[in-house]
């Protein structure tokens, strides 16, 4: 079955960067683009940008671009967010979520990892 | 524009007929998918492209789509489908994608 799962929790100081995991197994790494997506505490859904897992080609969303690199490691089936210069309101759970054709028809998610950015 | 507006909150009557809609530039050009979100748990896809429904969703969920606004149609509503909603699709240049603001459906 397929699965993506996350790295643990994070709490890191305003200024630090922080980089996620995502693990995935139960289909072919390659052949899907990995998105990420966060979700501040009792906000909506902000799309991060996407990595494609075969070529490593990346979209990132305008409102990160310069602070977020995504990369992948195919040996290993996993995707990586990494986010520096953190802030307060960077604080959320960040998502990974395959898609097959970057249409963003986000059909397997991972549980999340919580980010906690504070002093 | 980069943003899909939703409304807020909406409630139905159980066993009701309920459309959640989305607006946006984007959705002139590009199909909307839907996700369900229930509290602490990660968002599940509901409806994609035209009118898809990935494998285990009910067919009570419908999605639908004309000029600027896209719809999930919930037909026969159940308590457990009381959730977050959010629509996801392409902004109007294609490069980007963007979640709507979000709908919580209440089922009476």
């Known amino acids: 079955q397929v699965q993506l799962v996350q790295s643990g929790a994070e709490v890191k100081k305003p200024g630090a960067s922080v980089k996620v995991s995502c693990k995935a197994s139960g289909y072919t790494f390659t052949d899907y683009y990995m998105h990420w997506v966060r979700q501040a505490p009792g906000q909506g859904l902000e799309w991060m940008g996407w990595i494609h897992s075969n070529s490593g080609g990346t979209n990132y969303a305008q409102n990160f671009q310069g602070r977020v690199t995504m990369t992948r490691d195919t040996s290993i089936s996993t995707a990586y967010m990494e986010l520096s210069r953190l802030r307060s309101d960077d604080t959320a759970l960040y998502y990974c979520?395959?898609?097959?054709?970057?249409?963003?028809?986000?059909?397997?998610w991972g549980q999340g990892t919580l980010v906690t950015v504070s002093s | 524009s980069s943003e899909l507006t939703q409304d807020p909150a909406v409630s139905v009557a159980l066993g009701q007929t309920v459309r959640i809609t989305c607006q946006g530039d984007g959705l002139r050009t590009y199909y909307a998918s839907w996700y369900q979100q229930n509290p602490g748990q990660a968002p599940v896809l509901v409806v994609y492209g035209k009118d898809n429904r990935p494998s285990g969703i009910p067919d009570r969920f419908s999605g639908s789509s004309s000029g600027n606004t896209a719809s999930l149609t919930i037909t026969g509503a159940q308590a457990e489908d009381e959730a977050d909603y959010y629509c996801n699709s392409r902004d109007s240049s294609g490069k980007q994608y963007v979640f709507g603001t979000g709908t919580k459906v209440t089922v009476l």
């Open positions: 979520a395959r898609d097959y054709d970057a249409n963003s028809d986000l059909d397997y």
